[in-house]
């Protein structure tokens, strides 16, 4: 009998546990190990955010649904990683502590043959002094974060509606922030609703971004078709951003908010200042800070995880110039090169290098997104590396025979630009690869005829599809393994 842990109960952590208790059934065990209590589809947070849905329709409870798949949950956050054991424990294992209600405290050490790290990124506002739900801005990260912004999105509504001039700032809070697509949904969702209640003229609605241009989305930007042209994602974007009425300040790292200001460092190493009357910023991410221990007691936690905190894979991590990255770089497998029962997928794995080219204002400071892992690709990549642990325990061999490198998987981006039946809108994008490939694509950088954009109404029922269907997916529903990540 084999045990296989999975650390974070994200999209990429719970599509790997659930894949693992399907195909390995009840000869193994299976744990999951996961501080949250819920699982939550974080796509659907925007709409929460603008008050359209309540937290109970994008989240459920996992006890239920492990418990009915016979999965072993434990609502507990790892502490540390000790891949060779110790000298009191043999067995590879994992510190855990627990959070659940009766337990809150208790550390445990669970030992595993094959260990899945997926805690996801942990929200770091602290990077940004001032920034977040506790302090001056919003946030639209998590389910009770996005309920918080509601809140007080009201108040600022209700201040409009009485004839009060309202400034709104939406984009991304640190310097190296990434998952710009979610505040450009919420920029786009203010902006609808404000229409929505014909209160356009009391509002200044700033779009604000650490991307050198608008459309980067962490990815470098993208050359999409367009009605039969070819629209670099700078246009597309900032078209939109225009015909809602939405202005923006680019090449921006925000490194300070205090109560209805924002201060932020550009490219030209200018220090500026941006006041506001609701600020929603998206914070940098980091690892989960975890720490890792050889069998002597040693911090190895260097060995293992990169200096962000996420854990290093089988990537090209040697920092080479921008103009040497390759697609290649990025991993196929996800497997630590220190160890080889240990894998990471999701966000906890540790990028080659950004997509974006590195940019640094004439200060020193680092200013552009760091490349995004979130969604399609993350369902992906925790299935591949199920399947692959899966293979190695049922053949006892080495090998890796499923593979998901972001250098050549497409993926899918609804952004949503309003929430109604016949009113709604949203943006929808593919991009394939998602890593751009120079080398094979020497014109655009991806298959041009699989990268596409289309704003509609269309695309707005799309995303309100996929979230009841990956609801239906992620609570292990009759056939759930036959919708695709």
């Not at 991410?285 to 200096?307: L, P, Q």
């Not at 920092?319 to 220190?338: H, M, N, R, T, V």
């Not at 999701?346 to 204002?361: E, L, R, T």
């Not at 269907?469 to 529903?477: D, E, Q, S």
């Amino acid at each position: 009998m084999a045990k296989v842990l999975v650390l974070g109960a994200g999209v990429s952590g719970h599509t790997a546990v659930m894949y693992l208790k399907k195909l390995l059934g009840k000869k193994h065990d299976i744990i999951m190990v996961s501080p949250n209590s819920h699982y939550q589809w974080v796509p659907s947070n925007i709409w929460v955010g603008v008050g359209l849905m309540k937290p109970d329709q994008v989240k459920f409870k996992l006890k239920p649904v492990y418990d009915k798949k016979g999965i072993v949950y434990k609502q507990a956050m790892g502490i540390s990683i000790h891949p060779e054991g110790d000298n009191e424990i043999e067995s590879p294992y994992v510190k855990i502590r627990y959070v659940e209600e009766g337990k809150q405290g208790l550390e445990e050490n669970v030992t595993y043959d094959f260990l899945i790290n997926s805690t996801g990124p942990k929200l770091n506002f602290a990077a940004t002094e001032g920034l977040g739900p506790d302090k001056f801005t919003q946030s639209v990260c998590t389910y009770d974060h996005a309920e918080h912004a509601w809140k007080n999105l009201q108040l600022a509504l209700e201040k409009m509606e009485n004839g009060e001039h309202q400034t709104f700032l939406i984009g991304t809070g640190h310097g190296l922030a990434t998952c710009q697509g979610a505040a450009f949904e919420y920029a786009l969702n203010i902006a609808f609703e404000v229409n929505k209640r014909k209160l356009n003229k009391l509002a200044d609605i700033v779009w604000i971004s650490n991307e050198y241009e608008l459309g980067d989305f962490g990815m470098g930007g993208a050359y999409i078709k367009r009605g039969g042209y070819i629209t670099p994602t700078k246009i597309f974007t900032e078209s939109i951003l225009a015909e809602y009425g939405i202005r923006w300040i680019k090449r921006a790292g925000v490194y300070k908010v205090e109560e209805g200001k924002a201060f932020y460092e550009n490219l030209e190493g200018e220090y500026l200042e941006q006041e506001f009357d609701y600020a929603m910023l998206i914070p940098g991410f980091k690892g989960a800070d975890m720490k890792a221990f050889n069998n002597a007691g040693d911090d190895i936690t260097n060995t293992v995880f990169a200096a962000n905190g996420m854990m290093k894979v089988d990537a090209d991590y040697s920092g080479k110039p921008f103009e040497e990255w390759l697609a290649s770089d990025w991993p196929l497998i996800y497997q630590s090169p220190a160890y080889d029962n240990l894998y990471a997928s999701g966000i906890a794995f540790a990028p080659p290098h950004g997509m974006s080219k590195p940019q640094k204002s004439k200060n020193g400071t680092p200013i552009f997104p760091t490349p995004p892992r979130t969604g399609m690709p993350s369902g992906v990549i925790g299935k591949i590396v199920a399947q692959n642990v899966v293979y190695r325990i049922k053949t006892g061999k080495g090998g890796h025979p499923h593979h998901a490198t972001m250098a050549k998987m497409g993926a899918a981006c609804i952004v949503s630009a309003g929430y109604g039946p016949f009113t709604g809108q949203a943006a929808t994008m593919t991009v394939s690869p998602i890593v751009p490939d120079w080398n094979k694509y020497p014109e655009y950088g991806r298959d041009i005829s699989r990268t596409v954009g289309v704003v509609g109404l269309a695309g707005h029922w799309m995303k309100l599809f996929m979230h009841y269907m990956f609801l239906y997916k992620a609570k292990g529903k009759f056939g759930w393994s036959l919708i695709p990540e």
